[in-house]
């Protein structure tokens, strides 16, 4: 098996292609990992999604620094992942907002299904409240393997 780097425009490349990853967040150094759906936009280099109000949105209220891990995975031997180091930023209805709103709007709406799983039904004790919001990406860093022509089957 032969593992490379991939370059920030491979990673891009990559991250345009998918839709499902899981954001890591912290909270007074407690880490917690959760599936999510996005939208990459590449050309404010950042990743949409919503969510109903609950521990992930709290604690990154409290601690923006996040990561999403994205990846694809067809065997041991063929196999790419790619993370992004970014910032949680809540959009809102604010004039500043609405482009990027827009965007994310459009975007979530090329996919089937967009609103799932973030909009299911939930308990009725839960909030219902929506957060749209993305992550503003710092940093993408990936690695792609696949089997080298000397290895063995």
């Given amino acids: 098996m032969i593992v490379h780097d991939l370059s920030p425009a491979e990673c891009a490349e990559f991250l345009k292609q998918s839709d499902?990853?899981?954001?890591?967040?912290?909270?007074?150094?407690?880490?917690?990992?959760?599936?999510?759906?996005?939208?990459?936009?590449?050309?404010?280099?950042?990743?949409?999604?919503?969510?109903?109000?609950?521990?992930?949105?709290?604690?990154?209220?409290?601690?923006?620094?996040?990561?999403?891990e994205v990846d694809d995975i067809a065997d041991k031997d063929h196999w790419t992942t790619v993370l992004a180091?970014?910032?949680?930023?809540?959009?809102?209805?604010?004039?500043?907002?609405?482009?990027?709103?827009?965007?994310?709007?459009?975007?979530?709406?090329?996919?089937?299904e967009w609103w799932f799983p973030a909009a299911a039904k939930r308990g009725a004790r839960e909030h219902h409240a929506m957060v749209i919001y993305r992550v503003q990406i710092d940093r993408l860093t990936g690695r792609r393997a696949s089997r080298g022509s000397g290895s063995s089957a």
């Fill in 20 to 68: 499902l990853g899981r954001l890591a967040c912290t909270h007074e150094g407690q880490p917690y990992i959760v599936p999510i759906h996005f939208s990459f936009d590449p050309d404010r280099k950042c990743l949409y999604s919503f969510s109903t109000v609950g521990q992930k949105i709290a604690w990154m209220r409290e601690n923006p620094k996040v990561c999403v």
């Fill in 85 to 112: 180091f970014g910032r949680y930023e809540e959009m809102d209805e604010s004039p500043a907002d609405k482009a990027a709103r827009q965007t994310a709007q459009e975007l979530f709406q090329q996919r089937p």
